[in-house]
C-alpha cells in the first residue's frame, strides 16, 4: 500500500512539477475570467463609474451606442465572400468585425445582454460558414497568401484580432453549447489556418506576419492555447528565428523607425501595440514593452514625428491622406500616454479629438479634461534605418517655428537616404521633399491606388504603381541614362543602403549628407542638404549640393516635382503647345509628357511657383549653361487616367562624368485673391558662389543686396571644435557642422 501511495505521490509530484514548469514558461491565463487582453476585468470596473458620470469618455460611450443600436436594428448580413478590396463582400465582413467589437464593449460597460446576444449571433453565423469556405475566388494569385473570408490572408488575420478580443468581451454570456461551435467551427481553425495552414506568411518578418502572430496569439490567451502564444512569439518551430519578438527585433530601428515607412509604419503599429497588451496583461513577467530598450513606446513616437501637419509624410508605398487621426495611431497615442504619463502625448490625442473606450482611452479623457496637455515637440531628427539603425537613415529637418503651439506654419524638409523598405519601398535613394505654412510643396508621388476603389483595379496597387511610382524619375533624386536606381531590381535593392555621412543641427539650422555607391554601376552619388534659419528671412531656405561621379560620361536627371502653378522663369522655354509626347519609353519615363524645354545660359537660373497656400517658391540653380531644363507633366500612356497629373521640371546634363548641381529653394512672398494683393512675388537671391575646401563646403547667396556665406563640414566636427578657413579674404572660425555668416563684401 505504502509503495503504491508513494508511487501515486510521485506520480502526482511529477505532474505537478511539470505544470509549474509550464507555468514558469507560458503563465498563460487560460480565462478563469474575460476579458483579459487589451481590456482587462479591472478597466471595466473604472469604465462602468466614468460612463455614469459627465466628461468626453461618456460622450464617447453615448456616441458608440447611438451608432451600435442603430447598426444592430438592421438584420445580420454575413455574405458569402466573393469581392475584392473595396467590393461589398469585403466591405461588410470588415463592419462586421468592427461592430462585433464595439457591441462586446457597450456589453462590458452596460451589462445589457442584447449586445452579447447581438455577436453570439453573428459569431454563430460565421461559425456556420467557415468550415466549408474554400479559398476566396478573388484571391491574389503569386501575391500574397489568400485568405477564405478575403482575398488576402491579411485581411483574415485582421478580422480575427478584432474578432478575438470581441469574443473574449462575451465568452462568459454564451450558452456551453454555442461556446464550443464557435470554438470549434470558427476561432481554432481560423487560427490554425493563419499559422500552420500558411507558414509563409505567419513565419514572414513583415506586417502580414505581425498581424498573423497577433491574431493567433490573443486566440491563443483567450482559449487557454499555450503553444499557440509560444509559436506567435518565437515562430512555427519555436526557435526564435520569426515570430512576433522577431519582428519587433528587425523591423524596427533602435529609434522606433518601421522600414516599409511611415504609412506601413501606421499600419503595422496596431498589431503591435494591441498584442503587446495582451502579453503585458497575460504574462506580465515578459516586460514586454520594455523590450529592446522600449522600441515599441519609441515607435509611436517616431510615428508620430513623421508627420507634417497631421499628414504622414508619403515615402514608399503610401495613400498621401492618412495622417495622425488614424484610428492605429489613436490607440498608440493612448497607450503611449497610459504608460508613460507625458502630457505631450495629450496634444496630439487633442487633435485627433477621438477617445477610444479602453482602461487606457479613460486615462486620456480624465487628463484631458484636467487641462493636462502640454505642448508635443516636433524635432529635427535622423531615424536610423534597419534593426541595428545604422542601414542609412530617415531625417526630418524642421525649423524653429515647428514648435510654435498650435501653428503648422513650420517648414520642414524630409531626406531619404533610408535603407529600400522591402517590397513596398520605391527607388528614390537620396530624393528629399519639402513642406513650408502647412502644405507640401516639393512632393513625392506615394502610392498609386485608390484604396478599396473596387472599379480601379480591384483597390489593388495600380499597375502605374510599378511603372511610375516606384520608379526614380517619380522623386526628386538623381537619374542616370533613364534607369532606375538598381535597374528596379528589389532583390538588389533590399541589400544595399545609402550611408549617412553627417547630420546636426544648431541655431543656424540643420544639415545632412550621404552617399551611396551601389545604385549605378560605376556612379557615386552624394547628396548634402541644409534648412538654412538665416537671421533677416522672413523664411528658411533649403540649400542643396548633389555632387555625381561615374567612371564613363552619362546622362543626369535631376528631378524637382511641385504642387502649384509654374509662373516664371529667367530663361527662355520652349513650350509645345499644338502636341505633347511622352518625355522617354521605359521606367517612369513613359508616362511624363514633355510640356516645354530650356537651357539657360551660365549663371543663376530660377524658376518660381505659386503654392495653393498663398506662398511663392523659387528654385535658384547655379548653372555652367550645360544644363537643361524640363517641364513635365504626369499623364502620358495612361489610358484608364490612374494618374494625377502632377508637374515637375527636370534638370538634364548630358555626357557627364562628374557634375555638381546647386540649388536654393526659396519660399517667399504673400498671395491673397480674396483681399486682391500679392506681396514679394519675386526672389530675393540674386546670385549663388559654390567652392569647396576637401570636407568643407562653402556657399556664398546674395540676399535682397545682403551677401551670407554658409560653411558646412562634413568631418561632423563636434560643436565648440574649432576649424579656421578663409574665404574673400576674410577670416572665419567654424565651430560645429554648420553655420550661416553675415559677409561684409560682396560677390565679385
Given at each position: 500500500m505504502y509503495r503504491a501511495l508513494a508511487r501515486f505521490m510521485n506520480k502526482s509530484l511529477r505532474a505537478w512539477v511539470l505544470l509549474c514548469l509550464a507555468g514558469c514558461v507560458y503563465t498563460v491565463n487560460v480565462q478563469a475570467q474575460h476579458p483579459n487582453l487589451v481590456i482587462t476585468s479591472e478597466d471595466v470596473r473604472a469604465m462602468r463609474e466614468a460612463v455614469t458620470q459627465s466628461g468626453g469618455f461618456a460622450e464617447a460611450f453615448q456616441e458608440l451606442v447611438s451608432q451600435v443600436e442603430g447598426l444592430m436594428s438592421q438584420p445580420?448580413?454575413?455574405?458569402?465572400?466573393?469581392?475584392?478590396?473595396g467590393g461589398y463582400s469585403h466591405e461588410r465582413h470588415k463592419k462586421n468585425y468592427q461592430l462585433m467589437y464595439n457591441a462586446a464593449v457597450l456589453y462590458q460597460l452596460t451589462e445589457n445582454t442584447a449586445y452579447?446576444?447581438?455577436?453570439?449571433?453573428m459569431l454563430l453565423q460565421y461559425a456556420a460558414m467557415y468550415?466549408?469556405?474554400p479559398l476566396h475566388p478573388k484571391r491574389k494569385m503569386n501575391f500574397q497568401n489568400p485568405g477564405k473570408l478575403y482575398w488576402q490572408s491579411l485581411n483574415e488575420a485582421m478580422w480575427l484580432v478584432y474578432t478575438i478580443?470581441?469574443?473574449?468581451?462575451?465568452?462568459?454570456?454564451?450558452?456551453p453549447a454555442d461556446k464550443a461551435s464557435i470554438i470549434q467551427k470558427l476561432l481554432r481553425p481560423m487560427a490554425l489556418f493563419l499559422s500552420e495552414g500558411q507558414p509563409s506568411t505567419f513565419d514572414k518578418v513583415h506586417n502580414h506576419g505581425t498581424w498573423a502572430t497577433a491574431a493567433v496569439g490573443m486566440t491563443g490567451y483567450v482559449l487557454g492555447e499555450a503553444e499557440w502564444v509560444e509559436k506567435a512569439l518565437y515562430g512555427l518551430d519555436k526557435s526564435g528565428k520569426s515570430g512576433f519578438l522577431k519582428q519587433l527585433d528587425e523591423l524596427f530601428s533602435p529609434q522606433g523607425y518601421y522600414n516599409e515607412g511611415p504609412y506601413y509604419q501606421r499600419f503595422a503599429l496596431l498589431p503591435f501595440i494591441t498584442f503587446a497588451q495582451a502579453i503585458n496583461n497575460n504574462q506580465p513577467h515578459r516586460d514586454i514593452f520594455k523590450h529592446r530598450d522600449e522600441v515599441l513606446l519609441k515607435a509611436i513616437d517616431t510615428t508620430i514625428q513623421l508627420s507634417y501637419n497631421g499628414l504622414f509624410f508619403p515615402i514608399n508605398d503610401a495613400i498621401k491622406s492618412k495622417g495622425i487621426e488614424t484610428i492605429e495611431l489613436v490607440h498608440g497615442v493612448t497607450l503611449a500616454y497610459s504608460l508613460t504619463g507625458d502630457t505631450g502625448y495629450l496634444d496630439i490625442a487633442q487633435k485627433q479629438g477621438q477617445i477610444v473606450l479602453t482602461g487606457a482611452g479613460l486615462k486620456v479623457a480624465q487628463a484631458l479634461e484636467a487641462n493636462s496637455a502640454t505642448h508635443y515637440q516636433f524635432k529635427s531628427v535622423a531615424f536610423g534605418d534597419g534593426a541595428d539603425g545604422k542601414q542609412g537613415a530617415l531625417v526630418v529637418m524642421r525649423n524653429a517655428d515647428a514648435n510654435h503651439p498650435g501653428a503648422n506654419n513650420g517648414s520642414a524638409v524630409l531626406f531619404k537616404p533610408a535603407a529600400q523598405g522591402l517590397g513596398h519601398g520605391h527607388f528614390d535613394k537620396l530624393t528629399w521633399q519639402f513642406y513650408h505654412k502647412g502644405a507640401e510643396i516639393v512632393s513625392d508621388y506615394g502610392a498609386a491606388r485608390f484604396l478599396n476603389v473596387e472599379a480601379k483595379y480591384g483597390g489593388r496597387y495600380l499597375p502605374e504603381n510599378t511603372s511610375y511610382a516606384k520608379q526614380t524619375v517619380a522623386h526628386n533624386t538623381l537619374v542616370v541614362d533613364e534607369t532606375s536606381h538598381f535597374n528596379g531590381e528589389l532583390a538588389k535593392a533590399n541589400r544595399h543602403h545609402p550611408t549617412l555621412e553627417l547630420f546636426a543641427t544648431n541655431h543656424s539650422g540643420s544639415v545632412v549628407s550621404a552617399q551611396i555607391d551601389s545604385a549605378y554601376a560605376g556612379v557615386n552619388l552624394e547628396r548634402t542638404m541644409a534648412l538654412l534659419e538665416i537671421t533677416g528671412q522672413a523664411n528658411p531656405l533649403v540649400l542643396d549640393i548633389f555632387n555625381v561621379s561615374s567612371d564613363s560620361p552619362r546622362q543626369l536627371d535631376l528631378p524637382v516635382h511641385y504642387l502649384g502653378q509654374l509662373i516664371s522663369s529667367n530663361f527662355k522655354r520652349h513650350a509645345n503647345t499644338t502636341q505633347l509626347s511622352p518625355l522617354g519609353n521605359a521606367?517612369?519615363?513613359?508616362?511624363?509628357w514633355l510640356k516645354a524645354q530650356g537651357k539657360p545660359y551660365k549663371g543663376l537660373a530660377k524658376v518660381t511657383l505659386l503654392n495653393d497656400n498663398g506662398s511663392f517658391y523659387t528654385l535658384s540653380t547655379l548653372t555652367k549653361g550645360d544644363e537643361q531644363f524640363l517641364f513635365t507633366q504626369i499623364g502620358a500612356n495612361d489610358p484608364d487616367f490612374n494618374l494625377r497629373n502632377e508637374q515637375a521640371v527636370i534638370r538634364r546634363v548630358e555626357g557627364a562624368k562628374q557634375h555638381t548641381f546647386v540649388s536654393v529653394f526659396e519660399?517667399?512672398?504673400?498671395?491673397?485673391?480674396?483681399?486682391?494683393?500679392?506681396?514679394n512675388a519675386s526672389s530675393q537671391l540674386s546670385a549663388i558662389e559654390y567652392e569647396t575646401r576637401g570636407d568643407l563646403l562653402l556657399v556664398q547667396l546674395v540676399l535682397n543686396g545682403t551677401s551670407y556665406l554658409i560653411a558646412i563640414d562634413k568631418l561632423k566636427r563636434a560643436e565648440g571644435v574649432e576649424t579656421a578657413f578663409k574665404f574673400k579674404n576674410q577670416s572665419y572660425s567654424l565651430s560645429g557642422p554648420l553655420a550661416v555668416y553675415l559677409m561684409t563684401n560682396d560677390l565679385e
Open positions: 445580420i448580413q454575413v455574405p458569402t465572400p466573393q469581392d475584392g478590396g452579447a446576444k447581438f455577436v453570439a449571433d468550415p466549408d469556405l478580443q470581441a469574443y473574449d468581451m462575451i465568452a462568459a454570456s454564451l450558452e521606367n517612369g519615363y513613359q508616362h511624363l519660399p517667399h512672398g504673400d498671395y491673397n485673391p480674396s483681399k486682391e494683393y500679392t506681396l
